[in-house]
RNA sequence: GGCGUCGUAGCCAAGUGGCUAAGGCAUCGGAUUGCAAAUCCGACAUCGUGGGUUCGACUCCCACCGACGCCUCCA
């Protein structure tokens, strides 16, 4: 596959959209910057893995092979800090967090990310990339420690727009061994009792930048495609890593720098772990702000509530550049959305008799037969072409679920249509050109988690089918529309349907709450001397093997 | 202060120098349903304010107001 010309990409290092080329025909290399893992991971960290996930996803679909790269910083001052808090040791920090880490990408469905590499295993690299900087005359060494001469790189200050003269602060604690208060730290000596490694300048460790230098060379080469990460890394992080790369091999290092948005949590709280939440000190509950030991900790947790797909789309809806305002209730109305796919994959298998993620749609961008699909499925790829604009390309995916939907109805397909062969293909087409789509978007991969309850909860809620069915069929719908208003609180919604009625929800406790819904419809059944429908309840939960026992205080059920 | 980003309906959010300014949530009508739910159809925006450029701007330029980011660690 050649370049693909008709798509643009924002660069910041020229504020403009550009064509997209490669270094190398038909392939792509991408690295982003991951966690510094002293602590847990927050849901701003997911921004930037989750739209490169759809970028290497789309650029594969568009036929680049695709090598992508996101590091993991192990060494650094606050990893040294937790370590001490806590007793541990280093290494113990990072591999706790980078569990987490790699948990939560899982979670959200990052998976196509090529190579984890991490700053401890690459200190020879490290140590060779130092070396080079001060042979080329870039670096100095200065009482063990080695910096970078900023003053050496005309082109410094070129991608956050600035000049040296702007960046000069004070120079901090290490300033008097500093030719310039710009310089920046490319290894730091070892202060006792602290990790270090060996190296020409005496025992120390990397300086914050130099990693990424170093990796990207290993791992793309010393020009490669494209740069990421958040807003806030352009200065100083991603310019001193430019120039380290750019002085040592004097070559570009990058041709695109895209940058992700960063998250808020409230319109006048600054971004999720930044400066107002860390200034904030202990958690006053106020504000709406989010204490970075709460955010900090809160991811693992967000995604076991909400679920990763909805996180994901969550952030998918808003273009990757957008500063995002976070919230439990915008994810949960995101999932509103999400429902109405999930209860059309549903009709599809009822249509077809076949499973939505069983779909095997094409993998590569190309003609194929789509139908009704066409102009959405056009849409759709204009809008990734325009900067990855995930927003506008979910778009198209509500507007191919309303056709299938409308197609659906029309052909009346869940019932007289369904023999109609042309109309059913035409519906699977709509399908599969969604399902198609979604992949490129990394969600509706796989079928969502059942509903909590287990194996139990299906089996009554079976049980509680028959039984409203069996009402509704002798026209006593009091008694179907009271068990139907009796599993609303349980957060279980019944929809009937030609073939038989669906039931959705449940969760932990779900079980309980419909087992005294049926204990009580015994009972009133009883009370109107209706017994057939009482000892139905009763007999039906005996063959899936529940026991009811009649006891004073009340009526117990028990699970063989 | 310097350098940037942004301001589209009740909320979220795409997009365009000129046909009806996507889509989602919410709300209100209608079809359908025993009633619901689901689904479909329909209603719901003079695009922050004030100027300018233009035959024509929400889209380009300037100013102002407001929000946010970076300039120190940060995805």
Redesign the pocket.
Not at 228 to 237: A, E, K, N, Q, T
Not at 271 to 276: E, L, T
Not at 493 to 497: F, G, Q
């Given at each position: 596959m050649s370049a693909h010309p008709t798509l643009q990409i924002y660069n910041t290092l020229t504020?403009t959209k550009e064509p997209f080329r490669t270094v190398a025909a038909g392939k792509v290399g991408i690295y982003l910057?991951?966690?510094?893992v002293y602590d847990k991971a927050?849901i701003?960290?997911m921004?930037?893995p989750v739209i490169f996930d759809c970028i290497t996803r789309y650029l594969t679909y568009c036929g680049y092979d695709v090598n992508w790269v996101v590091n993991i910083?192990d060494v650094?001052?606050?990893l040294i800090n937790k370590a001490n808090e806590r007793g541990i040791t280093m290494l113990d920090v990072a591999e706790e967090n980078i569990k987490d880490y790699r948990d939560n990408l899982a979670a959200l469905g990052v998976d196509q990310i090529s190579h984890f590499p991490r700053a401890t295993d690459c200190m020879d690299e490290i140590i060779a990339f130092i070396a080079q900087l001060i042979e080329r005359g870039f670096a100095y060494a200065s009482e063990g420690d080695v910096y970078f001469d900023v003053l050496k790189d005309e082109a410094y200050g070129k991608l956050?727009?600035?000049s040296v003269a702007?960046?000069?602060?004070d120079g901090?604690d290490q300033a008097a061994r500093k030719r310039s208060p710009a310089d920046?730290a490319l290894w730091k000596s070892a202060k006792p009792g602290e990790p270090s490694w060996e190296s020409p300048w005496g025992p120390g460790r990397p300086g914050?930048h130099i990693e990424c230098s170093a990796m990207s060379k290993k791992l793309l080469g010393e020009t490669f495609d494209i740069h990421?990460?958040?807003?806030?890394?352009?200065?100083?992080?991603h310019e001193n890593e430019i120039a380290q790369s750019e002085c040592c091999h004097a070559a570009p290092m990058v041709t695109y720098w895209a940058h992700?948005?960063?998250?808020?949590r409230d319109?006048?709280?600054?971004?999720?772990?930044?400066?107002?939440e860390?200034d904030a000190g202990a958690d006053d509950g106020g504000g709406g702000k989010m204490s970075r030991s709460k955010g900090a900790g809160g991811l693992a947790d967000l995604i076991k509530k909400q679920g990763g797909e909805r996180i994901r789309f969550f952030l998918l809806?808003?273009?990757y550049?957008?500063?995002?305002?976070f919230s439990e209730p915008?994810i949960e109305?995101?999932g509103?959305?999400l429902?109405?796919f999930h209860?059309?994959f549903k009709?599809y298998t009822r249509v077809t008799g076949k499973d939505f993620y069983a779909i095997k749609p094409p993998t590569k961008r190309g003609a194929a037969a789509r139908g009704l699909a066409t102009p959405s499925y056009e849409?759709f790829l204009a809008?990734m072409d325009?900067?990855f604009?995930t927003?506008?390309a979910?778009?198209?995916?509500?507007?191919l679920?309303?056709l299938?939907?409308?197609y659906?109805?029309?052909h009346d397909l869940e019932n007289a249509g369904k023999t109609n062969t042309a109309a059913v293909a035409e519906f699977t087409t709509l399908l599969t050109t969604l399902k198609e789509l979604s992949n490129i978007l990394g969600i509706f991969t796989t079928a969502p988690a059942a509903s909590g309850g287990g194996e139990l909860l299906s089996q009554v809620m079976q049980v509680v089918i028959d039984l409203r069915a069996e009402s509704?069929a002798k026209k006593n719908?009091a008694v179907?529309?009271a068990i139907?208003d009796a599993l609303k609180p349980l957060a279980i919604?019944?929809?009937?349907?030609a073939g038989g009625?669906e039931w959705t929800g449940g969760g932990d406790g779900a079980v309980d709450g419909v087992m005294q819904l049926l204990i009580n419809l015994r009972a009133t059944s009883r009370q109107s001397k209706d017994f057939a429908t009482a000892d139905a309840v009763r007999n039906r939960l005996a063959a899936i093997g529940v026991t009811l026992e009649d006891r004073a205080g009340g009526t117990e059920w028990t699970k063989a």
């Open positions: 504020r910057c991951g966690p510094t927050h701003g960290h921004v930037g910083t650094d001052d606050k956050s727009n600035r702007e960046t000069l602060g901090g920046f914050w990421g990460g958040g807003l806030d890394l352009v200065f100083p992080h992700n948005g960063l998250l808020r319109p006048s709280a600054g971004k999720i772990g930044g400066k107002s860390r809806r808003t273009h550049r957008s500063t995002v305002l915008a109305e995101a509103i959305g429902d109405s209860r059309l009709r849409k809008a325009d900067d604009n927003g506008g979910i778009g198209e995916l509500f507007e679920a309303r299938a939907n409308k659906c109805d029309d509704r719908f179907s529309d139907r919604a019944i929809e009937d349907r009625a």
